[in-house]
């Protein structure tokens, strides 16, 4: 059976969508899952992130154009089972590139097909752009999961009920009809503040169960990690932040059906 794509999405900046990608992938890879990430976002944060340096042609950019595979641009990261395609700026181009093609929404679908079906990863994680361009809809037309980081802010909702629509019109338009919501995360939480408190009240009773359990707080050590190239769980594996990420991965890996 294929490993699933899991998308990781939202077009709102700010909302620890990167540092969701990096930090899921790695406990997932810590519970003992083969897991390979993928940076899609030109900004090539998910790529340092782990340590690896955004070198030129490591991407995406050419496979995408028809100029080699994506099995080719998996790197190892000094974290167990943890593997990743990096990201470099000139991913941005891409999306220019792209609207030539007629099957410019499917063309990461097919790249990803080996990576799926090779039998050496159980899960591809996909860390998408803040924005709604080719590349995210490449993403979510290749993915089978959705998950949206919702940081604990006023406009939260706004964000959401963007891709939301977006969601449904890749579905029902048939683009990617397979494509399930799997959850949102709440991102940036602190609990000092009653906004955060409502934020996420608000979110639970507007999604119900499709929230997960567990939010994500806001703290210096999860900020700091990413320019040491660690996930939080090998920078400062006895933090708040860390044990929050091992238990949202549990709840994602248990939504995936492991």
Known sequence: MPAPILAIANQ??????????INLAACMAAAGKRVLLVDLDPQANATSGVGLEKLEGGSLYAPLLGEGTALERVKP??????????????????ELELGRFEDRLSRLRALLAPVCGGGDFDLVVLDCPPALGLLTLNALAAADHLLVPLQCEYYALEGISTIRRLFDQLREGGVNPRLNLLGVAMTMFDGRTRLSQQVVAEVREHFGDLVFPTVIPRTTRLAEAPSFGKPILHYDPYSAASAAYELLAAEVLKRLGF
């Open 77 to 94: 990261t000094a974290f167990d089972r943890l593997s990743v395609i990096p990201s470099e700026v000139d991913l941005c181009g891409v």
């Open 12 to 21: 709102k900046g700010g909302v620890g969508k990167t540092t969701t990608s």
